[in-house]
C-alpha cells in the first residue's frame, strides 16, 4: 500500500470529512479512502463511477416514438367513471 501525505486542506473540508466519519461511524482514513475511490470510478474495489455524460443530451426526436408516447398519455374518461 501507498502512503500519502495531503497538505492544506481547508479547515470546512476537515470538518465536513470528520463530521461524515463520525455520522457513518468509520475512520477518517477509511472514509477518506472510499471517497477518493469513488471519484477516480474505482471498479476493482466495487467504486463504480457513475457519470450520465455521454447520454446527456442524447435524445433525439422522432415522430414514431412521439406518437407512441402521446398514445400513453391520452385519458380515456370511459376508464374514470
Known amino acids: 500500500m501507498i502512503q500519502y501525505t495531503v497538505r492544506n486542506v481547508p479547515e470546512s473540508v ?3 470529512l ?3 466519519a463520525h455520522r ?3 475512520s ?5 479512502l472510499e471517497l477518493l475511490a469513488e471519484a ?3 471498479v ?4 463504480p463511477r457513475r457519470n450520465l455524460a455521454s447520454i446527456a443530451g442524447s435524445w433525439a426526436s422522432d415522430a414514431d416514438t412521439e406518437q407512441a408516447l402521446d398514445d400513453q398519455r391520452r385519458i380515456d374518461p370511459e376508464l374514470w367513471r
Open 24 to 26: 457513518e461511524r468509520k
Open 44 to 47: 476493482a474495489n466495487g467504486h
Open 14 to 16: 476537515d470538518q465536513a
Open 40 to 42: 477516480v470510478g474505482d
Open 28 to 32: 477518517l482514513n477509511q472514509l477518506t
Open 18 to 20: 470528520r463530521e461524515r
